[in-house]
């Protein structure tokens, strides 16, 4: 895929492809920009900066922009669940673009930003538009030659915690006064130092000069220039609502300028989907689902042969019965709408707990009982292998400075200027491995208050961070952390035997935080990948008995002791928001792609233990609790 705006020259900045006698006229080749379906979505979403060859950056438009007219049917995709909670009526691939016969010709439009750029040889500045070309220098071509310099684009950008993004201030900081007709500046960069002091500013209309020392500092832009709500992705230059937050100077590739909102759903088999755990108990008996099946009429089962079921079982009324017997018959796929994510994954949970589907459907969990995984059982309730998955990742907003998580936040930038009934969206296949922890085995870890007293700080902290930010605070508990970093382990350990990087893999986690009542106490480690590494079962092959066993206790092995102790095992805090304890990238971190939280809220302590507090461990009392 390709930039639909802001077409450039072939060549260098249009050189003429001849060669003595008359300068040939410069080839019009359209350039090249590719970029991949899936970096679509992140890191190269809507609002992102992406770097292409040639000296060129430029962002991914809004969605208003995207398709002249509606998308072509086979980009649509549906994921009725997703759609239900996130209130769209469906999702769209980003298109493919090709250049053969009956390939798509529909490109993502992207549009130019940074807006100022400098000559490499001469240093003169030049802002262009969000829509024009890349510029080039008129000061300084080459002598005997009849084509220009191609101008760079600057390598700082001033954002916001409101999620916007503008160039930066540069007259402003420098304290020029002059007009766009008459300023002339210079971008000097390495003349007297390798720091931010060597690169100076300056125009030689007013004869003002200024470094680039301190704009890096928080705070740095408060008295120059206020945020103006630009949004370049929306073709606004300048906000159309005024902004408070004050702007921080970046780097243009800097990591906190784009953090990507993705949104992800495991596809449930339609059966599932509309009944809830009553309902589904009451149906998977064979005696009563031979009843109401054999009293169905064409394919729909009165309301009234589910009356007598509806009085002896509370909590369950005859609609909801005859709706979800008639959803069983039909294979419908309707959908129970869900208020939280909790909800949301805990129609995941139950479907992975209880195994689901064929080897031609989407979804395909075998499931295993713990007691065949030997010493495990005490801890292992049961083992889901999840030969086939299918996974729709969604992008519904993006972020600047922090990563945010909740779509309703008024720092989370919209995709489009009008209200659209689509989101982009890829669907990604794989397959994977999910367990289930025993309850009552996590009841007695908890029982002495040694885990919970343990990271009571931590979660204390992370919450007071959380509330200085005017996010709501989270209830996790040392459970929670526990099961993220028995997921991170794995995923360590897997790497070595099945044959992924760590990249590949990714964790989704399954633990009520907001209802104590219904308990979930599991994770699922799967990978669902679009590029070449594909999904071959190696994945799978590692959760089977007599391997499984083996792949925990090197996992554990590897956790409990780390190459950079006693300094990370003691460690008081550590990562993003102070959220960690026993954690680095020599034990348990991962890849950023491979967390939901970020590698955050972790502390393998609570797998294996202290040298000091061994019982702090949900695996402790085990012989390789300190191997190395």
Known sequence: MTNRFARGRGGRGGRPAGGGGAPAAPRRIPRRRPVRRGQIISPFGVGAVNDFRNDEALMCAGLDRWFPNAPDIG????????QARLGCSHFVKPPDFGEGEGTSKVKIPHVRFPLWHYCPHCFRMEKTTLFGGQPQCDGCAPQGKTWKRRMIPVRIVA?????????FPFQEWIGCSCTAADRKLFFKAGRSAASLAGIKISCTACDRTRSLAGAFEEGALTSVKTCSGAQPWLGREEGVHSCQHPLQTVQRGGSNVYFPIVTSSIYIPPSRLVES??????????????QLSSASVNGTVPE???LMLAAVWPGVTAKELAEAATARLAGKQSVIGVDSEEDFRRQEYEVLCSGAGSAEDDLFVERADGSEYGWLDRFVRRVGLVRKLRETRVHVGFSRLMPLTDRSDPNVQPLSINSVDWLPAIEVRGEGIFVELREDAIDEWLADGKAAARVAKLISEYNRKRRERQLAPRLIDARFIMIQTLAHALIKELTFTCGYGSSSLRERLYCNLEDPQRRMNGFLVYTASGDSEGTLGGLVAQGAPKRFERLVHDALARASWCSNDPVCMESPDGGAFSSNLAACHSCVLLPEPSCEEGNRLLDRALLSGTVDDPDVGFFRDLPFRWAQ
Not at 75 to 82: A, G, K, P, V, Y
Not at 277 to 290: F, G, T
């Open 159 to 167: 954002i916001c915690e409101g999620g916007h993004i503008e160039d």
């Open 304 to 306: 009234a042969v589910c």
């Open 277 to 290: 755990d009553v309902v589904r108990n009451i149906l998977d008996m064979p005696a009563i689902w031979q």
């Open 75 to 82: 980009l649509c995709i549906s994921e009725e669940r997703l």
